[in-house]
């Protein structure tokens, strides 16, 4: 990639659900970030009770069906969140082989979501949000960046 050119694969969105956050491992995924040559351009600190619920209900509408739906929103309103839009270059790619599998019993053990599988209590609370397609990544990063 030529320096000062950036794609849509350059940057991503990255949260750091209440269970992560409560944990303090978020310092240790924020580390890890960096560890991929990655930066974080911007970041939304939201305390219990600040957390615009219609931004989340965006984020998540494509869940709206699911099962678990009612859980996920109620979840994600239960604590303090950390949102953070993270660039560098191939960022969505880095961020989605460290976020590991949704599952995080199912995640790789040096994936975020395998490394503390021990924390997870429903598959929702699988510690932090990454977008799945560069498409998504754009859609996301414009609920909390715009």
């Not at 965006?58 to 604590?79: A, I, T």
């Not at 395998?114 to 996301?140: C, L, W, Y």
Request: proline share 3%.
């Amino acid at each position: 990639m030529v320096t000062g050119q950036t794609s849509d694969r350059d940057k991503t969105l990255l949260i750091i659900k209440p269970s992560l956050y409560q944990e303090h491992i978020d310092r240790i995924v924020i580390t890890e970030v960096v560890r991929k040559k990655l930066y974080v351009e911007d970041s939304i600190f939201y305390k219990i009770g600040e957390i615009p619920q219609e931004q989340i209900l965006e984020l998540y509408k494509e869940h709206q069906k699911k099962y678990y739906y009612d859980s996920l929103l109620y979840f994600m309103m239960s604590g303090n969140i950390n949102i953070y839009k993270i660039i560098g270059e191939d960022a969505f790619s880095k961020i989605n082989n460290l976020k590991g599998r949704t599952n995080p019993k199912e995640s790789a053990p040096d994936s975020i979501r395998g490394r503390f599988r021990q924390f997870s209590f429903a598959v929702f609370d699988n510690f932090i949000h990454a977008p799945t397609s560069v498409e998504e990544a754009k859609r996301e990063l414009d609920i909390f960046f715009t």
